[in-house]
């Protein structure tokens, strides 16, 4: 089983990036009804990957890996961790705005959004990418028994 809850959370982590990725490579496009729909489908599925990579990562501290005391004793873990949930609260502030867009997509009109927003929000997912950068960072030296 713990085999099986370590390849879940790779391939929900790699469907968060992926998500971010896709998210910032359409914001980088000209905003298109057609986009906007791919951007509200990338953050949905940023949104999934997010809820489950919290479950599935505190069901391994809990139940599947090592012990509690190992895991609150690590600076790595600390540090991994409370990026995860930066990451997780920064990526409101895109989401907030993706949501606001699914009326007048619904309706057939491509969102208006000012320039400016459209700079924060791709700003935004670019600080999101460096933190799992961070993360994988802190995976490593908790591999290796670093920074315990």
Not at 89 to 96: R, Y
Not at 101 to 107: D, Q, S, Y
Request: charged residues 15%.
């Amino acid at each position: 089983m713990t085999t099986l809850m370590i390849f879940f959370h790779h391939l929900v982590a790699f469907t968060l990036a992926g998500a971010l990725v896709v998210e910032l490579t359409l914001l980088h496009q000209p905003l298109t009804l057609g986009n906007a729909r791919r951007i509200i489908a990338a953050d949905a599925v940023l949104s999934i990957s997010i809820a489950l990579l919290l479950v599935i990562g505190l069901l391994r501290v809990f139940y599947f890996e090592k012990t509690l005391d190992y895991y609150f004793s690590s600076y790595a873990f600390i540090t991994k961790f409370s990026v995860f949930v930066a990451i997780a609260v920064l990526s409101s502030m895109p989401t907030a705005t993706f949501l606001s867009w699914r009326k007048a997509v619904r309706a057939g009109n491509v969102p208006q959004v000012e320039e400016k927003r459209l700079r924060t929000i791709q700003a935004t997912i670019h600080g999101e990418l460096f933190g799992i950068v961070v993360i994988l960072f802190c995976a490593a030296m908790m591999a290796k028994g670093g920074i315990v």
